[in-house]
């Protein structure tokens, strides 16, 4: 059975840091792109990072690119989002998710997702 589970949101001022990590089981973790994903109230869920298979490749959308970076410890089984000068509009629930497949921003390829984690940056 896979499981993911993210964990490390919190409440944090615009400007601040938060670090999100995303433990895997059930699978085979190396063999999997892993992505985080975000959703706000009311939004569709939208790519926000990706890391590839051997985790020289990471990929971002556009409004996160130079404020948050991706990492994967495969020794660890676990998936890290480094989120810096966060700002109001971060604010969503983050998923994190694993496919095998390297389509890393469309969400309808991904085969596992965990549960969320909320991130509510306060103006």
Known sequence: QVQLVESGGALVQAGGSLRLSCA???????????????????????FVAAVGWS??????????????????DDAKN???LQMNSLKPEDTAVYYCAATKTNYYSDRTR?????????????L
């Open 55 to 72: 985790g020289v490749s990471t990929f971002y959308e556009g409004s996160v690119k130079g404020r948050f970076s991706i990492a994967r």
């Open 78 to 80: 676990t998936v890290y």
């Open 110 to 122: 991904y085969d596992y997702w965990g549960q969320g984690t909320q991130v509510t940056v306060s």
């Open 24 to 46: 895997a089981s059930g699978l085979t973790f190396r063999n999997h792109f892993m992505g985080w994903f975000r959703q706000a109230p009311g939004k569709e869920r939208e």
